[in-house]
């Protein structure tokens, strides 16, 4: 087995027999010094070496004569002569045992012939390294820079400039809670980095053994929408491709937007070489090698068969042909390739379909601090100046701010407050108000200026119904990326879905295909829900519970859909969207309040989760809607949800509008601390009971 972990002691027992066989010709005599042989004939050597420079850096990284940093400080090296001058340089430095162990290991493989079966080990091992240097080269290629939702042809955001921290949560604890807790994790920043339990960690460490117990073979990485869990994988596939921060020979990396389009049962030895053909010659030591093998598996809450992934039957071999579905099950239980390390990444929505009996540690994205939200408007905004002064309006302003810790709203807030003023829009005050402007200013610079007015705006209309009919359709069977032939039947598609729309090129079996997703989940729960609120005739209804039902979509997944609904057909954003794109107003809108409105009294009635409602009402920003939120009693059950300041605004605003006594407030796991139990302090006054428990990491 290449690069096993005993290797290098099996190398230094077989240092005297490598002494006795290697033959002496120009090669160091017994007793004389390495050192001196290797400078007097230093020049000679790079001539004689230079053919073989690479077999020879492979042995000796095999055999852990030398470490994976000298490895790549000599292979870097352009051309094989200075490939040898820096080994060269290398050894002298490590000492006169080692250098007497490589003129034995380059006399014998220069001047003996080598038996056949070692010299095929011999081949495997140089085309092994050679293809692990290779695979790093085309992962740095795929990977140098950030991918940002529609930036600008030839712009390149690199990872230095803006990237999010990581906060590790303890194993034991996250083997303490019930599956559903788990769906509180990455919904809280700020509490979250002034806990003194916290343990924020690098990239690197995430696979690192931080305890007695072993490094972690099975990894989730959770985080709401738009907190950067991609973007984490990209810094993982940056990182693991120009440095020696990890301890793995090859990392595959699979998206679950690619997985989705996979139909017919396959093997995984099929699957890596989709997107990694130019591993075929080693995969099967990559396989036998899995330890030193990583595999990463992003966006898990956008796979459509994400409730089928806690499989009972297994796939053992990796050329074994069967459905996608045991492929990833055997994966994470360990059954297939169990000594690799597979890292998945999900949001919180759907943790609760992954088993997770077999993830070993949990790790959640929080986002952006304080400081890295200036630090992004100062990069942002053409200037210090207009960065800093953006900064300040945003610090003044709770609800924005609170948006900003989570990336993708960050950049979002930035694009809304640059060009929202050339549109004599208001202020945004929620979530779908910010996605109300960002539409409106990338369907601004579409149309060059004032064609909302124009005979051109009809067509501008039809294709963004479009665009909401596709969203709201693929929503409905969680499906997030679509071929070209699905496009076909939403006939106003024009160049203008470019602009919400992503396009990429995957290679089948007979030909390429181009295969198309919105640039962010986010946008297309946004479209869902504004072609739900103007579509007057649905053929399928997303809010009847038979529906939700039928297609799988279940606690959580609707959650944001259902919060943006209630902002578009909230009474100011119906007027924006007249006034900007000439849209009638929503024959639902009237009815969608009643229905809300008699939800929230029923929830606080009988106790049940309202968080989300609470959300939708915040949406609404309509204070005369408190005359008609009237129950009988106030049970607020805000339980198993770890507080975030956005959510803590959605509780205020519900509190400001509905007076009287609440007799029970359930604050149970929500992490909060004393700080914000002391912005709550005006509510808990009102409070008959209270349920709060603290829990410890």
Request: aromatic letters at 10%.
């Amino acid at each position: 087995m290449l690069g096993g972990k005993d290797a290098g002691f099996l190398w230094r027992e077989e240092e005297e027999r490598l002494r006795q066989e290697a033959p002496r010709g120009v090669w160091p005599e017994r007793g004389s010094s390495s050192i001196m042989f290797l400078k007097r004939n230093r020049e000679k050597l790079i001539d004689e070496l230079a053919d073989d420079v690479n077999c020879i850096l492979d042995q000796l990284l095999q055999k852990e004569l030398i470490t994976k940093d000298d490895y790549e400080d000599a292979a870097y090296e352009r051309g094989p002569r200075k490939q040898v001058r820096r080994l060269l340089d290398i050894i002298d430095c490590l000492g006169e045992e080692l250098a007497s162990i490589f003129c034995s290991v380059c006399a014998e493989l220069k001047e003996r012939p080598c038996g056949k079966q070692r010299q095929v080990v011999q081949d495997r091992s140089c085309e092994y390294f050679k293809l692990a240097l290779k695979h790093k080269q085309v992962l740095l290629r795929r990977n140098d820079c950030m991918k940002y939702y529609n930036s600008r042809h030839g712009e390149k955001i690199y990872f230095d400039d803006h990237f999010v921290n990581l906060l590790l949560i303890k194993g034991h604890y996250s083997l303490e809670i019930k599956k559903h807790e788990l769906l509180t994790f990455g919904q809280q920043r700020i509490h979250l980095q002034k806990t003194a339990e916290r343990l924020e960690i690098k990239i690197e460490e995430i696979f690192q053994k931080l305890t007695d117990r072993n490094a972690p073979k099975k990894i989730l990485v959770s985080g709401v929408a738009g907190i950067g869990k991609t973007v984490c994988i990209q810094k993982i596939l940056y990182d693991f491709s120009r440095t020696q921060a990890f301890s793995f020979d090859f990392l595959i990396h699979f998206t679950f937007r690619d997985l989705n389009l996979v139909s017919k049962p396959t093997t995984l030895r099929k699957l890596i070489l989709m997107k990694t053909g130019h591993l075929s010659g080693v995969l099967d030591d990559i396989f036998l090698n899995s330890e030193r093998l990583l595999i990463v598996l992003d966006g898990f809450d956008e796979f459509k068969f994400y409730n089928q992934i806690d499989v009972d039957h297994y796939v053992i071999d990796p050329d074994d042909e069967v459905g996608l579905v045991m492929i990833l099950g055997s994966l994470l239980k360990g059954e297939l390739l169990p000594e690799s390390t597979v890292l998945l990444t999900s949001r919180p929505t759907v943790i609760n379909h992954i088993p997770v009996d077999c993830i070993e540690r949990f790790v959640i994205i929080t986002g952006f601090s304080e400081i890295e939200i200036k630090d992004y408007f100062l990069k942002y905004f053409q200037t210090k100046e207009q960065g800093s002064e953006m900064f300040a309006f945003v610090r003044e302003n709770h609800f924005l701010f609170t948006l900003c810790y989570i990336p993708a709203f960050c950049w979002i807030v930035c694009s809304v407050l640059k060009e929202s003023k050339n549109l004599n829009m208001d202020q945004p005050k929620t979530v779908t108000d910010i996605y109300n402007h960002y539409l409106l200013i990338i369907l601004k610079h579409h149309t060059h200026k004032g064609l909302f007015a124009s005979n051109k705006s009809t067509t501008v209309l039809e294709t963004i119904l479009d665009l909401g009919k596709l969203a709201y359709n693929t929503l409905l069977k969680h499906e997030t990326v679509f071929y070209t032939h699905d496009l076909e039947p939403y006939t106003s598609l024009n160049d203008l879905m470019h602009s919400f729309l992503d396009k990429t090129s995957v290679q089948n079996t007979e030909s390429t295909e181009d295969v198309f997703s919105f640039t962010h989940f986010t946008v297309q729960e946004f479209f869902a829900a504004l072609y739900y609120a103007l579509e007057e005739n649905l053929s399928v209804d997303i809010m009847e519970l038979e529906v939700q039902n039928k297609f799988g979509l279940g606690s959580g997944y609707l959650d944001l859909f259902f919060r943006f609904l209630s902002g578009i057909l909230s009474l100011r954003n119906q007027k924006l969207l007249l006034k900007h794109l000439n849209l009638k107003g929503s024959i639902k809108s009237d009815s969608y309040v009643s229905w809300l409105i008699e939800e929230l009294v029923k929830h606080c009635e009988n106790g049940a989760y309202i968080l989300n409602l609470l959300h939708c009402l915040f949406e609404q920003q309509e204070s005369s809607l408190a005359s008609r939120i009237v129950p009988a009693v106030i049970r607020l059950n805000l339980s198993d949800n770890t507080f975030s300041p956005i959510d803590f605004s959605a509780v205020d605003y519900f509190c400001s509008l509905v007076q009287g006594d609440i007799l029970e407030l359930d604050l149970t796991a929500t992490n909060i601390n004393s700080g914000i139990l002391q912005e709550l302090q005006p509510i808990l006054f009102r409070c008959a009971n209270l349920c709060f428990k603290a829990i410890h990491g």
